[in-house]
């Protein structure tokens, strides 16, 4: 049993909703029902009444929801007590960060930050989109960078948390370039002969923008899925090899664009319709809201907002 189920389940049972609940969670209703199902697979009996609309529970449900609630937040507390051992000191900012973004976008933006805001110690916690989201709601990092889109929205209160965006981040399908300099591979295929597709595992956030993309295409794209795996940095790896077709961030192969290893997929005059722009935010607390702020990160973060209305200015 995962602590993750107690508290899908704690929010069901106050939301009465499976669809209201997985936005909250950062999950798919599909993915959400499953947790549940699986919860009450481990409990060998129906916590939830599905007979009955809106969504309640069963009388087993109504002894496991205080049951959990007890559970959870003792664990709350023993991990308060365990991470004040490892605390970052009051000088260095504790940064919650995707995976991808990890890789790819956060080392060159540290950079720029550096150059314009001087020395900055800092912490990096690489991890997948629903858990660094999870690490800001728990108090366990100071600033939450992530990728932002309308089809996929980040379901941050904004009275309880500020966002400033730091960049765009474009997703695109690419392929190793042959001696000609032309991709091995171009979209959009035919039905006789698909093109080998490197994808995103069911759930990467990236794998949802991609299969936007693909929905919004202007013309029926053939593509034939022969491997799959939830970091971009593997895809492109396989992409690199020649083994297909990748839907990359741009900041994963600036590099490799750059020299001319990695070309477009994308059928020629045609790159807008096979592609995405997703907006790159960063989030905090408000402070106060559970404890002060750090004095750098205060600073920090009047830095950022200037910085973003500077841009916003330019622009």
């Known amino acids: 049993m995962e602590t993750k189920w107690l508290e899908d389940f704690v929010s069901l049972a106050e939301t009465r909703s499976f669809s209201r609940s997985a936005q909250l969670r950062h999950v798919t209703q599909p993915a959400f029902s499953r947790r549940i199902q699986a919860l009450e697979a481990w409990a060998g009996t129906d916590l939830v009444d599905r007979t009955s609309y809106p969504t309640r529970l069963t009388a087993a449900g109504d002894t496991l929801y205080d049951q959990a609630l007890e559970v959870l937040q003792a664990l709350q507390n023993t991990r308060a007590v365990l991470r004040a051992h490892t605390k970052a000191s009051d000088d260095v900012i504790e ?40 690490r800001l709601v728990e108090g366990g990092c100071d600033v939450l960078i992530t990728y932002h889109h309308p089809s996929q929205p980040l379901q941050l209160d904004p009275e309880h948390y500020d966002m400033i965006s730091i960049g765009e981040e474009p997703l695109a ?15 959009p295929g035919t039905a006789g002969e698909p093109l080998p597709f490197l994808g995103y595992a069911p759930g990467a956030y990236l794998g949802r923008m991609t299969d936007l993309i693909l929905r919004q295409a202007g013309s029926a794209v053939h593509l034939d899925r022969v491997y799959e795996t939830d970091m971009a940095e593997g895809l492109k790896a396989m992409a690199l090899e020649g083994h297909g077709i990748a839907f990359l961030p741009h ?17 020629a005059g045609e790159a807008d ?42 622009a």
């Open 95 to 134: 940064f919650a960060v995707p995976h991808t973004l990890a890789l790819t976008f956060f080392p060159t933006w540290v950079t720029s930050l550096r150059k314009g805001f001087g020395p900055l110690k800092s912490r990096l916690i690489a991890l997948n989109v629903h858990d660094a989201v999870m």
């Open 173 to 187: 399908p690419y392929a190793k370039a042959g001696p000609d300099g032309q991709p091995l591979f171009r979209l």
């Open 273 to 314: 319709s096979l592609r995405t722009v997703m907006d790159v935010r960063a989030y905090r607390e408000k402070p106060g809201r559970r404890q002060p702020a750090k004095s750098l990160m205060q600073t920090l973060w009047a830095y950022l907002e200037r910085r973003s209305g500077a841009a916003s200015d330019a």
């Open 251 to 267: 900041s994963a192969v600036r590099a490799e664009v750059r020299a001319h290893r990695l070309v477009s997929a994308a059928p």
